[in-house]
């Protein structure tokens, strides 16, 4: 029995919707040979919508697929800023650009966009000029122990503050065993607080709650 890679066989799932979508088909058996080979032929190539530009069939239908990606996206985006601006009284333009630069800076294990919004939410209620106990910014990062990953630059910039908030998120999973609840505690206690058992379980049972608002909208 042959085995087809996920990426292949996502690959040969699109290129029979697809068919199906344009020829009106409703399986494989149906669809003429002739125009299955010619297309998967293209879709081979990464499925680049560049290199599908020659071919009739494909093109219209993955229009449609590219307008419906953008609507969901825009309306859960909006949902997102609605409930940020509404909760914690910040402008839809600063909970926009938060948003954004969630998006920016999450990584593919931990933190994800929602973990960030969910230690902003916690740590500084979206100020971005939000200062406690020597801790800058958004996601109030104390300056002095990371002197020299700032490099001069402010942690009032909040593009500055979410870049470095989310590579100490990922820096602690890495170092905790992929643990996002202990990443989530040594980010607010320190890791050798987190180490020592020093730490508030409290923070993470708050940035949870958050977590599971910001799933729900």
């Avoid at 859960?76 to 009284?89: A, G, P, Q, R």
């Avoid at 100020?127 to 990371?146: E, N, P, T, V, W």
């Avoid at 643990?179 to 379980?201: E, Q």
Wanted: proline residues 2%; contains cysteine; aromatic residues 8%.
């Amino acid at each position: 029995m042959t085995r087809l890679s996920v990426k292949k066989l996502f690959r040969r799932c699109l290129l029979i919707a697809l068919i199906s979508v344009a020829t009106g088909c409703t399986s494989v058996k149906q669809m003429p040979s002739s125009t299955f080979n010619e297309v998967e032929r293209s879709l081979v190539t990464e499925l680049k919508v560049e290199e599908l530009k020659h071919s009739p069939i494909v093109v219209p239908v993955i229009e449609v697929l590219k307008e419906d990606l953008v609507l969901e996206t825009s309306v859960k985006e909006e949902k997102l800023v609605d409930y940020i601006s509404t909760k914690f009284k910040v402008s839809k333009k600063i909970a926009l650009n938060v948003v954004n630069l969630a998006n920016k800076h999450a990584h593919e294990t931990f933190p994800k966009r929602d973990d960030i919004l969910a230690i902003i939410a916690v740590e500084s209620q979206y100020d971005i000029f939000a200062l406690a106990q020597g801790c800058y910014g958004l996601m109030q990062i104390q300056r002095k122990s990371h002197k020299k990953s700032l490099k001069g630059r402010s942690l009032h910039n909040p593009d500055v503050n979410v870049e470095l908030g989310s590579q100490i998120l990922n820096q602690y999973f890495v170092l905790l065993n992929d643990s996002r609840k202990a990443a989530v505690l040594s980010f607010n206690a320190g890791i050798g607080n987190y180490k020592n058992k020093r730490f508030r379980l409290e923070y993470y049972e708050k940035y949870s709650a958050e977590l599971r608002a910001l799933s729900k909208l």
